[in-house]
């Protein structure tokens, strides 16, 4: 159990690394291309769903059967709807939104606000307080963020849609987390992710047809940033964020994505020559501290378990 939930950790730390990349790719899009949030999101969605059902047809048919029989039942219809819809599509559409409104460090920050409502929640229906481990941790991170953010000395540079649709991002990955927990434990990460992707796709078609794209005027290189993020930005990272909630608990796993803030400053200043300051540095560190908190933590629990076993 120890191993296979240090490979949980180890799977949503790189799906953040794919996460800040494609995030600062989404802004360039924004802001040199005529690209909307909406249709990005919606080709995004459907270039993944059909990419990974190639994959699948191609390599483990028996992945489209099992999609396709869980799907004619109610119960499972009605969960890859709400999933795809208010999980899958509505994180990534409000996400994305509050980067074409803001910079991208604000938007990365109130989408990780996500771990306090993740906290909250859990709290409500288990009746308590999540562990103190947990509890320090996220007070790190958190702190980290806002040093992340307001040390680099713009401040949240953002409208008021930005803020709204970044606030809206927190409580959509929060659900995300939490009811994608539940839904890869029953159907395994793969076949959730092709229905959500699939769902999600497919209802943001009616705000726009597809056909529409024609009078975009859309380049060959707007087509290749497209297919990266289908398939970096989206199909890897979610199909390792989604495996790894198979052995680490929600919050634990909004946390350990704080990690994303993190790389997506650093690419900044690596990539773009953007300034890092001592702050910012600072911040990077409480939220690299507060994930080795939460390791530390951990081992004591199963140390302790062990111990009373």
Same mark, same amino acid.
């Given at each position: 159990?120890? &191993?296979?939930?240090?490979?949980?950790?180890?799977? +949503?730390?790189?799906?953040?690394?794919?996460?800040?990349?494609?995030?600062?790719?989404?802004?360039?899009?924004?802001?040199?291309?005529?690209?909307?949030?909406?249709?990005?999101?919606?080709?995004?969605?459907?270039?993944?769903?059909?990419?990974?059902?190639?994959?699948?047809?191609?390599?483990?048919?028996?992945?489209?059967?099992?999609?396709?029989?869980?799907?004619?039942?109610? @119960?499972?219809? /009605? =969960?890859?709807?709400? =999933?795809?819809?208010?999980?899958? /599509?509505?994180?990534?559409?409000? =996400?994305?939104?509050? +980067?074409?409104?803001?910079?991208?460090?604000? !938007?990365?920050?109130?989408?990780?606000?996500?771990?306090?409502?993740?906290?909250? $929640?859990?709290?409500?229906?288990?009746?308590?307080? %999540?562990?103190?481990?947990?509890?320090?941790?996220?007070?790190? /991170?958190?702190?980290?963020?806002?040093?992340?953010?307001?040390?680099?000395?713009?401040?949240?540079?953002?409208?008021?849609?930005?803020?709204?649709?970044?606030?809206?991002?927190?409580?959509?990955?929060?659900?995300?987390?939490? $009811?994608?927990?539940?839904?890869?434990?029953?159907?395994? %990460?793969?076949?959730?992710?092709?229905?959500?992707?699939?769902?999600?796709?497919?209802?943001? #078609?009616?705000?726009? %047809?597809?056909?529409?794209?024609?009078?975009?005027?859309?380049? !060959? !290189?707007?087509?290749?940033?497209?297919?990266?993020?289908? #398939?970096?930005?989206?199909?890897? %990272?979610?199909?390792?964020?989604?495996?790894?909630?198979?052995?680490?608990?929600?919050?634990?796993?909004?946390?350990?994505?704080?990690?994303?803030?993190?790389? @997506?400053?650093?690419? @900044?200043?690596?990539?773009?020559?953007?300034?890092?300051?001592?702050?910012?540095? @600072?911040?990077?560190?409480?939220? +690299?501290?507060?994930? !080795?908190?939460?390791?530390?933590?951990?081992?004591? &629990?199963? /140390?302790?378990?062990?111990?009373?076993?």
């Amino acid at each position: 159990m120890w &191993r296979e939930e240090t490979r949980g950790y180890l799977l +949503i730390a790189g799906a953040t690394v794919f996460w800040a990349l494609s995030g600062t790719l989404a802004k360039f899009l924004f802001s040199n291309r005529p690209i909307a949030p909406l249709v990005l999101v919606e080709f995004r969605l459907l270039g993944s769903f059909v990419l990974l059902a190639l994959v699948l047809a191609i390599f483990d048919p028996s992945e489209l059967e099992l999609l396709r029989v869980r799907l004619l039942r109610r @119960a499972d219809a /009605a =969960y890859f709807l709400t =999933y795809g819809t208010v999980g899958m /599509a509505m994180v990534q559409l409000s =996400y994305f939104l509050a +980067i074409s409104e803001g910079s991208v460090a604000t !938007a990365i920050f109130l989408q990780y606000l996500a771990p306090v409502f993740t906290a909250l $929640y859990v709290g409500l229906a288990r009746r308590g307080l %999540p562990e103190k481990g947990v509890v320090s941790s996220l007070l790190l /991170a958190l702190c980290g963020s806002g040093l992340l953010l307001l040390g680099g000395g713009a401040g949240l540079t953002t409208s008021r849609l930005g803020l709204l649709a970044g606030l809206a991002s927190a409580g959509f990955m929060s659900f995300y987390t939490v $009811y994608g927990a539940r839904g890869v434990q029953r159907y395994g %990460p793969r076949t959730l992710l092709l229905g959500a992707l699939g769902v999600g796709g497919l209802a943001l #078609v009616p705000f726009f %047809p597809p056909w529409r794209v024609l009078d975009l005027g859309w380049t !060959a !290189a707007d087509w290749l940033f497209l297919l990266y993020l289908a #398939v970096f930005g989206t199909l890897i %990272p979610f199909m390792m964020f989604l495996a790894g909630l198979r052995t680490v608990a929600p919050v634990q796993a909004t946390l350990t994505a704080m990690l994303e803030p993190v790389l @997506a400053t650093t690419f @900044a200043w690596v990539l773009l020559g953007e300034s890092l300051r001592p702050p910012q540095l @600072a911040g990077g560190a409480l939220i +690299i501290a507060a994930v !080795a908190h939460l390791q530390v933590s951990r081992a004591r &629990r199963a /140390a302790a378990q062990e111990a009373k076993a």
